[in-house]
């Protein structure tokens, strides 16, 4: 398998009244987050990224009218977790991560993929914000009400 490139999307999902998906990592079980994932080439524009791995990881389709992720323009570099570092070329130690939310209806279908996650749940947004286990993604989570107001 490749190396992962270390520039990756976050994508905060939510409600119109700000209830927050989260999802359980499979490969570690008790680590909640929202939808993130790495470019799978160096010129994979973050638009596309941030789509690919929104319909991957839960099965919803950002079809840019009914369903529209926003770009925030926010990059956050941060340390990549030792346990995960292996996934990655030698030396790389840290990634850059783009952030984007989505709204959708609460009764959207939610299709996890099996071999990533395990569960998922609505959350309100400062209780998703708790359960997560990367302090950028509660960060971008705690932002949403400033963000969409």
Request: hydrophobic residues 40%; aromatic residues 8%.
């Amino acid at each position: 398998m490749p190396a992962k490139i270390p520039e990756s999307v976050l994508v905060v999902i939510h409600t119109p009244a700000l209830e927050v998906l989260l999802i359980e990592r499979a490969d570690k079980p008790g680590f909640w987050q929202s939808v993130t994932g790495s470019l799978d080439t160096l010129d994979e524009p973050l638009l596309d990224t941030a789509a690919r791995e929104l319909f991957e990881e839960t099965g919803i389709v950002a079809d840019g009218v009914r369903i529209a992720l926003r770009d925030w323009q926010l990059s956050n570099i941060y340390e990549i977790y030792p346990v995960w570092r292996h996934r990655y070329a030698p030396g790389v130690t840290h990634n850059t991560e783009h952030v984007f939310s989505v709204c959708v209806p609460r009764d959207t279908p939610i299709v996890l993929s099996a071999r990533e996650h395990l569960r998922h749940v609505w959350l309100p947004h400062v209780e998703a914000a708790d359960r997560c286990f990367s302090s950028s993604n509660a960060e971008a989570i705690l932002q949403l009400p400033r963000r969409l107001g």
